[in-house]
């Protein structure tokens, strides 16, 4: 008995402090939270971004029109269009502020500027004589035609409420689409008026005048000297629809690529001021809209809340 006691006691002596060391340990630090997957508004960014965009629209209007017709000399019979528009492709830029509510849908406030649209017009005025319109190739009385070219300039600025809906993230790529709804500024700068005065005594199938049913044009009767027509800005109601790609350049830096269909409503003209010392409304250009290719960067904002924590180091005894 006496030996067994004597082990008993030096086994205890031995195993006291290791049992004391392990009590003294710290438990083991809690998991650290997963890092969040690319392409979601991340805990570290606010839901608020920056956005610019430029691009290229191609551009088409609705027919061109006086904005008032013209008064007939008395006695007489005037008929008028415009015909054979054109409106060139225009540049554009945009910049915006906006806010992604979720992973799913976000809006943003654009204002965006269209660079100056070259546009061509020509009137076509046929006026008789006599009370009865101008007839094909043959008519009674005398058939003038009025031919002007209404060659200037059309820009746009506008402001845009876009809101966006995003269709999930591949591969750091998230298709996207929008509608916007907004206002624009339709401006005609630089336009003028002129063209030529043709008399004959019937019309052909092109719309020009003939002499007795011949193929041979009628002739000039007078050159319409270049006259000016005033600058004027219109205010329209505005839409869009909107498609894209946007991809995660960075986790605060996404790069845009997008389709757009744009209405931007209708451009007017001011007064046309006649060399012979007279003036006429001016015409306008309905419908302006635009299939615009877009290309732009949109930048997450940081929050500015708590940074995030830093797990503790676990305590180690140094005997």
């Known amino acids: ?8 006691v030096a086994a205890a002596l031995i195993l006291a402090p290791q049992f004391a060391m392990a ?4 438990p083991p630090p809690p998991p650290l939270d997963p890092p969040p997957l ?10 608020w971004y920056l956005r610019g965009d430029v691009g290229v629209g191609a551009v088409k209007s609705g027919e061109w ?16 269009n415009i015909r054979n528009t054109s409106l060139a492709d225009s540049p554009l830029w945009s910049v915006g502020v906006g806010y992604a509510v979720n992973n799913w849908f976000r809006f943003d406030l654009t204002g965006e500027y269209r660079g100056s649209i070259v546009a061509k017009g020509t009137y076509f005025g046929y006026q008789n004589s006599l009370t009865q319109p101008c007839g094909l190739l ?3 009385g005398n058939c003038v035609l009025y031919q002007n070219n209404y060659p200037g300039n059309i820009s746009t600025a506008a402001l845009f409420l876009n809101g966006y809906v995003d269709l999930g993230t591949w591969y750091s790529i998230t298709p996207y689409v929008g509608a916007g709804v907004g206002i624009a500024r339709n401006s005609t700068k630089g336009f003028t008026d002129s063209g030529v005065n043709v008399n004959g005594t019937g019309v052909n199938q092109l719309g020009l005048p003939v002499v007795n049913a011949n193929a041979n044009l009628g002739g000039p009767t007078g050159t319409v000297a270049i006259s000016s027509i005033r600058d004027r800005s219109t205010y329209s109601v505005a839409w ?28 007017k003209t001011g007064l046309i001021d006649c060399l012979c010392a007279q003036t006429y409304d001016g015409f306008k250009v309905p419908s302006l809209s635009s299939h615009d290719f877009r290309v732009g960067m949109r930048w997450l904002l940081g929050d500015p809340g ?5 797990p503790q180091a676990p305590l180690v005894r140094k005997y």
Request: no cysteine; proline share 9%.
């Open 138 to 140: 043959t008519t009674t």
């Open 65 to 80: 029109s006086v904005l008032s017709p013209t008064v007939p000399t008395p006695g007489t019979t005037l008929q008028e």
């Open 23 to 26: 009590a003294d340990m710290l």
């Open 38 to 47: 690319r392409g979601s508004v991340m805990p570290e960014f606010s839901g």
């Open 306 to 310: 708590a940074p995030p924590m830093i």
């Open 240 to 267: 869009a629809l909107m498609a894209g790609l946007a991809y995660d350049v960075t986790p605060g830096l996404k790069l845009e690529m997008g389709y757009r269909y744009t209405n931007f409503g209708t451009a």
């Open 1 to 8: 008995m006496g030996k067994l006691r004597q082990a008993v």
